[in-house]
């Protein structure tokens, strides 16, 4: 990292010819510990051969390796690959007086993007390559970072060719299924919310959601109320389901709307260029009443230790939690609380190891126990259920 300063440094004079170092020489940057490799790239009833062209469908086997070249069959986890189209071309604007327009080449174009599971040490992810690439051939690039209980791992692959459009891709018509709610599944349209409520869509299509950015048009926009001018980009916002590239999911918090009904709108577009659009109508009420949901504990009986969960109606604000544990007699045992500042509207996990408040374990058995939630407003709610503690 120093030298790549010094290089860059314009020359002077030897009493200024100074560089410095970034950070402490004495430490290493933290590259990941293993190399994800590329094994195998193939395509479906391709017209061009192994070439990635348009509306192709494309499978990506690869697996983790260490320094040495040797297969890690002890990684298990998660790999997150990024497919980018062709370098593209740019110009600089050149708006200062002593400055010129200068072309340069960027491969930022995303094509795809994949959660993929990793099982001892080997993965495979397939995808369609989106109707929007820029048919000019080059080569395309696979960007991963991989990471595991114990490890982490980068790498990628850039020896195949992207262009051209496959004239043997299956026919499609059809835009992509969309599900729309506001924060939680047991919405219906035209029910009320709060202000700052999180919108959730459940997108599925048989040859993948486009969210490529690539073409004019075909962004992921959300619209509220018909305002056009105002309309909502939510392509950065799409995160694919693990090991399934036909589905999706967009998590959007909307904040400060005013009191009134409103209409919300989402058209997506798949990677054939089809497009759909969704609809559902809604109630701000700003004096909506706080309320919970989906009260468990997991697991139910437990032994060692269970988490609480919990659904709210207050994405975006701080919420206090207490819990209460009684055992059947009536006696308090516990009382925890918690205070934690919501993104959604799922609670964090909140540990019990099946103490009391002594730090002494309880005898096994029923035990009733209350969720008590209260938001910024003071407002408050509770619920109640039950759990069995039994220990080994």
Not at 327 to 343: A, C, I, K, P
């Amino acid at each position: 990292m120093g030298d790549v300063i010094r290089d860059s440094k314009p020359p002077g004079s030897l009493s200024t010819r100074n560089f410095a170092l970034l950070g402490d020489p004495a430490l290493k940057i933290a590259y990941p510990e293993y190399d994800i490799i590329t094994s195998e790239i193939s395509t479906i009833n391709n017209s061009n051969g192994d070439t990635l062209s348009a509306l192709t469908e494309v499978e990506v086997t690869g697996h983790i390796s260490d320094l040495a070249g040797k297969k890690v069959n002890g990684f298990s986890g998660m790999i997150y690959p990024v497919v980018y189209d062709k370098p593209a071309q740019y110009q600089t604007i050149g708006n200062d007086a002593s400055s010129y327009k200068r072309v340069f080449y960027s491969q930022n174009r995303v094509l795809h993007k994949a959660t993929v599971s990793v099982t001892d040490g080997g993965f495979s992810f397939s995808f369609v390559v989106p109707r929007d690439i820029a048919l000019n051939y080059g080569k395309g690039k696979i960007s991963y970072y991989g990471n595991s209980d114990f490890a982490d791992a980068s790498g990628y692959s850039s020896e195949f060719v992207i262009g051209g459009l496959n004239t043997n891709a299956t026919q499609d018509d059809q835009g992509p299924k969309i599900e729309m709610f506001l924060n939680d599944e047991s919405f219906r349209s035209g029910d009320q919310v709060a202000p700052n409520p999180l919108m959730i869509a459940y997108l599925f299509d048989d040859h993948g959601i486009n969210f490529s950015q690539n073409g004019i048009g075909h962004d992921i926009v959300a619209t509220l109320d018909g305002d056009f001018q105002s309309a909502l980009l939510l392509n950065e916002y799409f995160e694919p389901v693990m090991d399934d590239f036909q589905k999706g999911n967009i998590n959007y918090l909307f904040k400060n709307l005013s009191n009134g009904k409103h209409t919300l709108t989402l058209k997506v577009w798949d990677s054939y260029n089809n497009s759909s659009t969704a609809s559902i109508d809604f109630v701000i009420d700003q004096n909506s009443k706080l309320a919970i949901n989906e009260v468990i504990n997991h697991p139910n009986p437990f032994t060692d230790r269970t988490y609480f969960t919990f659904k709210h109606t207050r994405p975006g604000e701080q919420l206090n939690v207490e819990i209460q544990i009684f055992d059947l007699n009536g006696r308090q045992v516990l009382q925890s609380t918690q205070s934690f500042n919501s993104t959604g509207v799922d609670s964090p996990l909140m540990e019990w190891d099946g103490t009391d408040a002594s730090g002494n374990p309880l005898r096994n058995g029923m035990y009733i126990y209350s969720v008590i939630v209260t938001d910024k407003y003071g407002s408050q709610t509770k619920q109640t259920q039950k759990l069995v503690l039994m220990k080994n």
